[in-house]
C-alpha cells in the first residue's frame, strides 16, 4: 500500500468537520495509511465483491478474523444480499471485543463503482465464474490487490491476460484454492518432490459431478436484482430463479455452477483445486500438459448443461500421466516407482450444500513410514501458509507473493479447461504449454476464448482501459 505522511486522528477530524457539507453527504472510506504505521486504524481496508454463499460462508469470516484488516464496503448485484453483507460486517464488528467504534459498511451496486474509492486497498471477489476475469483486471488496473474464488477464469485467453495484468500492476494476489494452506497437501507434495515414492509416473485425480437440471421456466426478473449486469459478458437469455440464485437462501448452491455459460462445471470447480495441488506435487506450476484426451457425457436438454460423469487423461512434458474421473475416491494419488500418496480434505466440505462425494483419508501412503520421512535441510520445500486468508493479507502488507501466484493460479486452470476442451471434442489434443495453442487444431484453439456481450467482458475492458 502507498504511504503518506502521517496525522493524528484529531487532526484528521478537525480537517473533515472543516469540509464543506456537500462533502460530508457523500463520505470517501478513509484509506488504511492516514494514521501512521502503527495506528489501529492503520489496517488493510478491504472491499467484498459478491455477498453470495461464499462470500457469506468463507470469504468474508476468513477476512473478518483477521484485526490487519478491516472490511469497509460490500458490492452485490442483489440488493437482498447487498443488505445481508452489510449487516453480516457490521454485526460483526459491533460483536468484536474492545471495539470502540462503529463500523460502518459502505454499499455499492456495482464493483466498478467500488474501485474508484481511493481509500479500498485491496477487494475480494466472490462473483460467479463468469465474472471473474473482468473482475480481476479492473481491480488490478484501479491499483487493488486481489484475492478470487476458483476457478480463476472461464478460457484459456482470459488466463493469460489476468495473469500478465495482475503481474505487470504488482498487485498482491491470492485464489481461494485454499488446499495449500493445508498441512497434508503441502506435506503430500513435498514428499513426492522429494522422490519419497521414486519416479512420479501417474496422478489420479477424483472428483464429483453435478446433476443436470429440468427445462425451467421463464419467471419475472425480482426488482432486487440487476439481471442484465449480472449475466455480464454471456448471451441475454430469460430470467429464471434456477439459471442465477436462490432468492431466499444464502446457503443453498446456485443454479449458475450447472451453466456452461457461467460455470464449466466440476471439472473447474472442484478441479482447480485437485489439479493445483497436482501440479504442486508434479513440479509443473508453471507449465501444463501436452496432450489431452477426454471422454464426458453432457446433457442434451434441459437448463442445467454441464457435463456429466467424465474420464480425462493428460501427458505431461516430464513424463507424468494425470487421470482425472468422477468414479475415483475425492482426492488426488501420487503414483511412483517405490510407492504411492493419497491426499484430501478428509471428512471436510467446502459448504453444506456441497454434491455429496466420498473423500478418502486426509493423508494416507501405501507404507506409513513414507508419511513420517524426516525432509533433510537440502531437500526442497514449498511456500507455509496455514490461513489462506491470512496469507493474502500478509502478502500485501510485506508485497511479497502468497502461496499461490496469478500465474501458477492461471496454470492449474488452463489444465482443466484444457480437458474440458478434451471432453467436448472427444479426441487427443496435442497443447503447446509454452505457447498456449493446440498443435494444428483450429476447432480447438477456437475453443480457447468466447464471444463477450458489449459492453461487458474483459477484452471490451481493455479496450478501453
Not at 278 to 293: D, F, K, Q, S, V
Request: hydrophobic share 35%; net charge positive; proline share 6%.
Amino acid at each position: 500500500m502507498k504511504r503518506i505522511p502521517s496525522i493524528s486522528r484529531r487532526q484528521f477530524l478537525k480537517l473533515t468537520m472543516a469540509g464543506s457539507a456537500g462533502a460530508l453527504a457523500f463520505p470517501t472510506i478513509v484509506p488504511s495509511s492516514v494514521f501512521g504505521q502503527n495506528a489501529p486504524s492503520n489496517r488493510i481496508h478491504i472491499g467484498q465483491i459478491g455477498c453470495g454463499r461464499i462470500g457469506h460462508t468463507m470469504d468474508l469470516p476468513g477476512i473478518l478474523k483477521h484485526d490487519i484488516a478491516r472490511v469497509v464496503a460490500v458490492c452485490d448485484l442483489d440488493t437482498r444480499r447487498l443488505g445481508l453483507g452489510k449487516k453480516q460486517v457490521e454485526d460483526h464488528y459491533a460483536k468484536a471485543k474492545g471495539s470502540s467504534t462503529v463500523q460502518v459498511c459502505a454499499t455499492y451496486g456495482d464493483f466498478r463503482e467500488l474501485l474508484k474509492d481511493p481509500g479500498i486497498d485491496a477487494v475480494s471477489i466472490s462473483t460467479p465464474e463468469h465474472w471473474h476475469a473482468e473482475a480481476i483486471v479492473a481491480a488490478a488496473l484501479a491499483g487493488k490487490d486481489v484475492y478470487v474464488q476458483k476457478p480463476l477464469t472461464m478460457t484459456l485467453e482470459e488466463g493469460r491476460l489476468v495473469s500478465d495484468t495482475v503481474q505487470k500492476q504488482r498487485r498482491a494476489f491470492q485464489i481461494g484454492s485454499q488446499q495449500r494452506s493445508g498441512a497434508q497437501f503441502r506435506l503430500a507434495c513435498e514428499l513426492v518432490r522429494n522422490g519419497r515414492i521414486g519416479k512420479l509416473h501417474t496422478v489420479k485425480i477424483g472428483l464429483p459431478v453435478d446433476p443436470a437440471g429440468i427445462v425451467e421456466p421463464e419467471m419475472p426478473v425480482p426488482p432486487n436484482l440487476n439481471y442484465d449486469m449480472w449475466l455480464g459478458c454471456t448471451p441475454k437469455v430469460f430470467y429464471t430463479e434456477n439459471r442465477v440464485h436462490p432468492q431466499n437462501s444464502l446457503t443453498e448452491r446456485p443454479g449458475w455452477l450447472r451453466i456452461e455459460s457461467y460455470c464449466l462445471g466440476m471439472i473447474t470447480g472442484w478441479g482447480s483445486h485437485h489439479v493445483d495441488i497436482a501440479h504442486w506435487g508434479m513440479g509443473t506450476e508453471l507449465t501444463g500438459p501436452i496432450e489431452a484426451e477426454g471422454k464426458a457425457e453432457f446433457p442434451k436438454s434441459g437448463l442445467w448443461n454441464v457435463h456429466g460423469p467424465y474420464h480425462i487423461e493428460m501427458k505431461y512434458a516430464n513424463g507424468v500421466t494425470m487421470i482425472i474421473d468422477n468414479t475415483f475416491v475425492n482426492g488426488v494419488r501420487f503414483e511412483g516407482s517405490e510407492g504411492w500418496i493419497f491426499v484430501s480434505r478428509g471428512g471436510e466440505k467446502a459448504t453444506a450444500s456441497d454434491p455429496a462425494s466420498a473423500f478418502g483419508k486426509a493423508l494416507e501412503a501405501r507404507d506409513p513410514k513414507i508419511l513420517n520421512s524426516k525432509l533433510g535441510p537440502n531437500d526442497l520445500r514449498l511456500p507455509v501458509s496455514n490461513d489462506h486468508h491470512l496469507n493474502w493479507l500478509q502478502s500485501i502488507k510485506s508485497r511479497k507473493p502468497a502461496v499461490t501466484t496469478p500465474e501458477e493460479a492461471h496454470r492449474s486452470t488452463s489444465a482443466c479447461i484444457i480437458g474440458w476442451i478434451a471432453m467436448k471434442l472427444g479426441r487427443k489434443l496435442r497443447w503447446d504449454p509454452v505457447k498456449e495453442k493446440f498443435i494444428n487444431d483450429d476447432e480447438a484453439n477456437a475453443m480457447c476464448s468466447r464471444a463477450e456481450r458489449a459492453p461487458y467482458g474483459l477484452r471490451n475492458l481493455l479496450k478501453k482501459a
